[in-house]
């Protein structure tokens, strides 16, 4: 069983940064594809950053240039560097894993495994 905990939410001002964690526990490694994702009150879960299997990265076009993608297999943690941060950022933020190379889609229901969610909130 695999258990993943978000950490390094918070609040910022626009243009801020923040770097979320996301440890993973129970047996995961490099073939698991991973992901972060967000929700904001009202609207739907959308994906926001993936590494795949193969180690190849995707972002939303929301975030791309802003935001960063990594993992560190040997820590068994994903992060996401958050730069340039934005009010419209502004959700809870979840990361999530899956046995199964993504092949870059960001997409929810690909995703077996996932966290309880950091909160990310940007003011302006």
């Known amino acids: 069983q695999v258990h993943l905990v978000e950490s390094g939410g918070g609040s910022v001002q626009a243009g801020g940064s923040l770097r979320l964690s996301c440890a993973a526990y129970?047996?995961?490694?490099?073939?698991?594809?991973m992901g972060w994702f967000r929700q904001a009150p009202g609207k739907e879960r959308e994906g926001v950053a993936l590494?795949?299997?193969?180690?190849?990265?995707s972002y939303a076009d929301s975030v791309k240039g802003r935001f960063t993608i990594s993992k560190d297999n040997a820590k068994n943690t994903l992060y996401l560097q958050m730069n340039s941060l934005k009010p419209e950022d502004t959700a809870m933020y979840y990361c999530?894993?899956?046995?199964?190379?993504?092949?870059?889609?960001?997409?929810?229901?690909?995703?077996?495994?996932w966290g309880q969610g950091t909160q990310v909130t940007v003011s302006s």
């Open positions: 999530a894993a899956n046995r199964n190379p993504a092949k870059g889609r960001i997409v929810a229901d690909l995703f077996r495994y």
């Open positions: 590494i795949d299997s193969d180690g190849s990265t």
């Open positions: 129970g047996f995961i490694d490099s073939w698991y594809s």
